[in-house]
């Protein structure tokens, strides 16, 4: 990003030509259409009339601004999942292709290795082909069990059986993965809300590629209107993507990101960090 | 709408409609760029005619396949088998794709071949197999971890002695910006050459239409790894537009050649570019 030069306070007229390249810097890294344009917005808003520290050119307190702008709104309190409940249950959510059936293995990785909680897994996309079979080779990897069954076609059916069988067998910890579903897809939608009531999951959450254009925020409300899901995961981040999706998602329906996804492998997992995600986004 | 003549705020208006569809900024403004000066020329333009103009701006960057705008999937005339190599980031729809493709060459009678060329992903091998044996078409596979260059090697041995139609070989999903396994997916193409001199005569870089400007490296890195000579945009019966690939195909010189539009055997288009840049107007938000 360029910055301003010169110094002394910040105006309408030499903030212009800056925020017109943030919005662009924005648009380029994926961010909304018109959130990028609220987003200067605000920021111009905030920049105009502040009076230049002595250390700090115009353009530089504007890049400070842009940035703490987005941090903040990307951040909030670091929050885990929620693993109260016996068993406590955690329902997977996304488009296809997305990383649901990758992270449910990371996530019960994580939590076997680092939370010493006995997970189990559970195999509920009964359309992919071989989508039972990904699960299974991920549990292996992991030395975590997977609950399936070839014979029942109804998720639903096939989510509740899960939970019982975690009950039954001391699992604390129930991991569903469901099939990649578009938004736009009724009846799939409706299935996972059924899933979601037969087995009152504390955490819900929405798994997002990383690389996900514009469309972000149509899909991340569509599904929040539908599942009112309880964080973000943002997979696929080991890749050269600015992100933007990550503030879109976010603006619209102020849910936290609560973890990242780095890699194919089961150690691939991570925290998501504000500042480091604001950093990506310009390019910084 | 509402209007009848083209001016800045019927511009504004298609700026957004354009960067929402995910065309990106730079491919936005070209555009926009290209109507004003035909508005300028021009003089009069009304809103009537700005679509018309506006399809022909964008056909104009989209790169024309070789078969013009084929109504079916039609397979190029080649001495042996033709080969299909298909690549792409993680999860963005090859293993679909060339199940989708393999069925609708079968259906034309063709004797199709495919290459279980994934030895990384958790049940990638199983994934296609399924696809195989839905469509009814042979499969060539090895064990999950073996040498993918091998597996397509006795792939393409297997098609000569079979003397198949077409061939398509599946590959792991890879991400761009890692340099290991982008030299193993040029090495899996140059071993092709030794059993079909001229193979893979297709690279098809499958991209997800959710994509949005990282789309543009993907092109870039894979391109550069395996010379991709063809694009296929999946997940397009989303809300999500794909717009992405206007940029690509223009500065790249690559055609579109497929659209993804479900999840079913039957749900693979062949590319339309005027209908393709309808549907960014067809819903706007
Ligand atoms: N590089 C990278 N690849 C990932 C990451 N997470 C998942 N993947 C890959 O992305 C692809 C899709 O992952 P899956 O876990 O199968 O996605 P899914 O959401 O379960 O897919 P569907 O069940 O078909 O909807 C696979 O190739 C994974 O290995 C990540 O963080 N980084
Ligand atoms: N809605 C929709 N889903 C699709 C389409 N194409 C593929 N999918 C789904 O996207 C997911 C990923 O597809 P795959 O074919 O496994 O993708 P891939 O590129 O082979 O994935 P990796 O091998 O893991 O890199 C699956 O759930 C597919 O059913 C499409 O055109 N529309
Ligand atoms: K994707
Ligand atoms: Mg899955
Ligand atoms: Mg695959």
Redesign the interface.
């Known amino acids: 990003m360029h910055v301003l030069r010169g110094h002394g306070q910040i105006t309408e007229i030499n903030v212009a030509e800056t925020t017109k390249e943030i919005r ?1 810097a924005l ?4 961010v ?2 018109k959130i990028a344009k609220e987003f200067t917005n605000t920021v111009k808003e905030k920049a105009i009339g502040q009076n230049v520290l002595t250390t700090l050119q115009p353009g530089q307190l504007l890049t400070k601004i842009v940035k703490d702008e987005l941090t903040q709104l990307m951040g909030g309190e670091a929050e885990g999942v929620d693993l109260q409940g016996s068993p406590a249950v955690i329902l997977m959510s996304g ?5 649901k ?2 992270f449910s293995g990371k996530l019960a990785n994580f939590l076997k290795s680092k939370k010493t909680k006995n997970p189990l897994l559970v195999a509920c996309d009964v ?5 039972i ?6 549990g292996d ?1 992991i030395g975590v069990p997977v609950f399936s069954d070839k014979e029942v076609k109804d998720p639903v059916q096939l989510a509740k059986a899960g939970v019982a069988h975690a009950k039954q067998n001391g699992h604390n910890v129930v991991i569903i993965d469901t099939a990649g579903r ?3 897809d009724e009846q799939m939608m409706t299935e996972i809300s059924n899933i979601r009531d037969a087995v009152s999951p504390g955490e819900i959450l929405f798994v997002v ?1 990383a ?6 925020v ?2 991340a409300k569509a599904f929040n209107d539908v599942l009112d899901f309880d964080g973000v995961v943002l997979t ?1 981040l ?5 992100g ?2 990550a503030i879109s998602i976010k603006s619209v329906v102020d849910k936290p990101i609560k973890f990242i996804g780095t890699g ?1 492998k089961m150690e691939a997992i991570d925290v998501f960090h504000p500042s480091r995600m604001a950093d990506r986004i310009l390019g910084m | 709408v509402g209007k009848s003549k083209v001016d800045d705020e019927v511009l504004d208006n298609l700026e ?1 409609v354009l ?4 065309v ?2 730079e491919t936005t403004l070209k555009i926009i760029g290209r109507i004003e000066e035909r508005v300028a020329r021009d003089k009069y333009v009304g809103t009537d005619e700005l679509d018309r103009i506006l399809r022909e701006e964008i056909a104009g960057l989209l790169e024309e396949t070789h078969s013009g705008e084929a109504a079916e999937v039609s397979l190029p005339e080649v001495e042996g088998p033709y080969v299909v190599m298909v690549v792409g ?5 090859k293993t679909t794709t060339i ?1 989708k493709l393999a069925h609708q060459f079968n259906q034309q009678g063709k004797k199709v071949i495919l290459g279980a060329a994934d030895t ?5 091998i ?2 296609l ?3 195989a044996e ?1 469509v009814g078409v042979p499969i060539v596979k090895q064990r ?1 971890g073996s040498d993918p260059a091998s597996v397509a090697f006795d792939t393409l041995s297997s098609a000569v002695g079979q003397q198949a139609d077409i061939v398509l070989i599946d590959t792991a999903g890879r ?4 340099v290991n396994l982008m030299n193993e997916l040029t090495k899996v193409r140059r071993v092709m050459q030794k059993v079909i001199p001229g193979a893979p005569h297709e690279v098809l870089l499958v991209l ?1 239409g ?6 543009f ?1 993907q092109a870039r890195q894979f391109t550069r790894a395996t010379e991709v000579n063809s694009l296929a945009v999946t ?1 397009l ?5 794909g717009g ?1 690939v206007i940029g690509i195909s223009d500065q790249f010189g690559i055609p579109v050649k497929y659209i993804g539009v479900g ?1 079913g055997v039957e749900d693979l288009q062949v590319f339309n570019k005027y209908e393709f840049v309808d549907s960014f107007f067809k819903r706007q ?1």
């Open positions: 662009r648009l380029d890294a994926d909304n259409f488009l296809q292709g997305s990383g059936t990758t359309y992919r082909p071989a989508a079979d990904q699960l299974h080779v991920v990897q578009l938004a736009v590629d690389m996900t254009g514009q469309d972000a149509n899909t696929k080991d890749g050269d993507t600015r933007g999706a194919e | 957004e960067v929402t569809s995910d990106g900024v980031v993680n999860g963005v729809g199940g990384f992903r958790a049940a990638a199983e994934q197999e399924i696809w839905r999950m991400l761009h910006n890692k997800d959710s994509t949005g400007q990282n789309a490296e997940k019966d989303g809300t999500a537009k992405v999840e938000s």
